[in-house]
């Protein structure tokens, strides 16, 4: 990923970023090209590396097409919005200004390995629904259904885990612009976009 200095997020930014990033879009090399494949994923540095795990429907192509020797990418994005020029200073003293695009971005590189056997899926499908059940009033539980029904369910999707071997972050915020352009364009998106 092309990546200005004053765009690059630190490692450790992008892992704390990337603790709070969920949903992400899988491309790997296949036999007849590029596959992608949107799905959320779970950060996981349990064994001292990071790894993204998730699942895919098992009809889904991309788990049995993929190059293993070749590495996939996990592509995550947040927080993106258009720059309109009116909101830079310079538009009314020369109008050398352009529009531009605001985003943050983090590109997961490394190998995929498949999971298959009921007790990793059932791992796999219960640390997802935990972490995005966490915080409700009542979580539901991967339990809560009948035993049958999980089995059936866990026939249907293959699990996919991306060891990560490169990680990119790229903060794309006007940085390269003076204060008060920061300050235009902060009061201006948020005046068109939601900001808790």
Same mark, same amino acid.
């Given at each position: ?8 997020? /630190?490692?450790?930014?992008? %892992? !704390?970023?990337? /603790? ?5 879009? @899988?491309?790997? @090399?296949?036999? *007849?090209? @590029? ?13 001292? *590396?990071?790894? %993204?795990? +998730? ?13 293993? !020797? ?15 020029? !009116?909101?830079? !200073?310079? =538009?009314? =003293?020369?109008?050398?200004? $352009? ?15 498949? $999971?298959?056997?009921?007790? *990793? ?13 966490? +915080?409700? /009033?009542?979580?539901?539980?991967? *339990? ?19 060891h990560v071997e490169r990680l990119?972050?790229?903060?794309? %915020?006007?940085?390269? =612009? ?19």
């Amino acid at each position: 990923m092309y990546t200005p200095i004053h765009f690059k997020m /630190e490692d450790s930014d992008t %892992l !704390a970023l990337l /603790e709070t990033m969920s949903f992400a879009t @899988l491309v790997s @090399l296949g036999q *007849g090209g @590029l596959l992608s494949t949107p799905l959320p994923l779970l950060l996981d540095r349990s064994d001292g *590396g990071i790894r %993204l795990i +998730g699942h895919v429907a098992r009809a889904n192509p991309h788990w049995k097409d993929f190059d293993p !020797a070749v590495p996939s990418l996990a592509v995550f994005q947040s927080g993106d919005g258009y720059v309109t020029p !009116a909101w830079y !200073a310079e =538009k009314q =003293k020369t109008g050398k200004v $352009v529009p531009t695009w605001n985003y943050i971005t983090i590109h997961a590189h490394g190998r995929l390995e498949i $999971v298959s056997d009921a007790a *990793g899926l059932l791992e796999i499908v219960n640390r997802l629904t935990n972490r995005h059940e966490a +915080g409700r /009033e009542q979580p539901w539980q991967v *339990g809560d259904a009948p035993p049958d029904y999980i089995a059936a369910m866990l026939r249907g999707i293959v699990g996919v885990v991306l060891h990560v071997e490169r990680l990119e972050g790229k903060a794309k %915020l006007s940085q390269n =612009k003076d204060e008060t352009d920061r300050a235009t364009i902060r009061a201006g998106m948020a005046a068109i976009l939601p900001i808790p």
